[in-house]
């Protein structure tokens, strides 16, 4: 349970790329790949500072550790994130057919930027460092 934001965030992520258009199906597959096994990655090393620092009370040291970790990691998961958001309104924006469309698919901007702000934030708070 206490990656369930992880999951939550890899969702989002999998069901953007998966109904991106003009991606191939193999630089799909490659992406994928490269968020499993960079949250494998994640995982496994919050997981050694957690060990290597279990005990009470609970030293500076592990909160300097755990949350620099985090903080490199948010760039190697919200970086293609929004390279693939950008991507997506590119080509919905190019398609997009009158004044209208283009409008409201350029006011859709706003909202989607909300929710990638929340998931850094809550992503963010792995590091958490009272």
Not at 12 to 32: D, E, R, S
Not at 39 to 44: A, D, K, P, R
Request: overall charge positive.
């Amino acid at each position: 349970m206490e990656y369930m934001a992880l999951w939550f965030i890899l969702g989002i992520i999998f069901m953007l790329l998966w109904t991106t258009k003009g991606i191939k199906g193999w630089v799909k597959a490659a992406v994928i790949v490269y968020y499993i096994v960079l949250s494998y990655v994640f995982i496994s090393r919050k997981e050694a500072i957690y060990a290597e620092y279990h005990t009470l009370p609970v030293p500076e040291q592990f909160w300097d550790n755990n949350s620099a970790w985090v903080e490199s990691m948010l760039g190697f998961f919200f970086v293609p994130f929004l390279l693939v958001l950008l991507f997506n309104y590119y080509g919905w924006f190019k398609a997009a057919r009158g004044t209208a469309q283009k409008f409201w698919i350029a006011l859709s901007i706003v909202p989607a930027g909300v929710v990638y702000a929340c998931l850094f934030f809550i992503f963010s708070m792995y590091g958490y460092r009272p």
